[in-house]
């Protein structure tokens, strides 16, 4: 008999976030952003090309001299890698923090475009509830009052 349990591990689909990274990368309507998901694969190439232009370096200086190579391994390299790594990362970062800001700023514009639609809506409740008998009879009352007020306040020539 067949182990069951290994067919299913073979058979298995990739994961679906990255088979979503796959075709967001061929998605030329450009509606799904895969911006944000791929900057840690970024940030990794960063650090990586570093560590091996260093390395390179490092191997050029052991070639020319043995002190200058324990100059390069022990403080230019080093010191070259986490400067590398630090702007790195604060660029990368700051590219996430404008992304995640425009995301809220685009949650805020369709809150206010709710909130108008609601003052609209609150502004037709307020003409439905002027038809009401009680509400009728208010309005009559206050209105013959702002009348009586204005006619005393006025001087009539004849």
């Not at 003409?127 to 008998?133: A, N, Q």
Request: with cysteine; charged share 20%; net charge positive.
């Amino acid at each position: 008999m067949k182990d069951l349990t290994k067919q299913n591990e073979t058979n298995t689909p990739p994961p679906k976030e990255s088979v979503d990274m796959f075709r967001g990368l061929f998605d030329f309507s450009f509606t799904h952003f895969i911006a944000l998901r791929t900057i840690p694969l970024l940030y990794a190439i960063v650090l990586i090309s570093t560590a091996l232009f260093l390395a390179d370096q490092t191997w050029g200086a052991f070639n020319l001299s043995t002190k200058r190579g324990l100059v390069y391994l022990f403080v230019i390299s080093p010191t070259t890698f986490f400067f590398v790594a630090a702007v790195a990362r604060g660029i990368l970062e700051l590219y996430i923090s404008i992304c995640r800001f425009a995301g809220v700023a685009d949650d805020m514009h369709s809150m206010t475009n709710k909130i108008a639609g609601l003052t609209k809506t609150v502004g037709d409740v307020k003409d439905l509830t002027k038809k009401l008998p009680f509400r009728a009879k208010q309005d009559k009352s206050e209105n013959t009052k702002t009348t009586q007020r204005l006619k005393k306040d006025v001087n009539w020539p004849y």
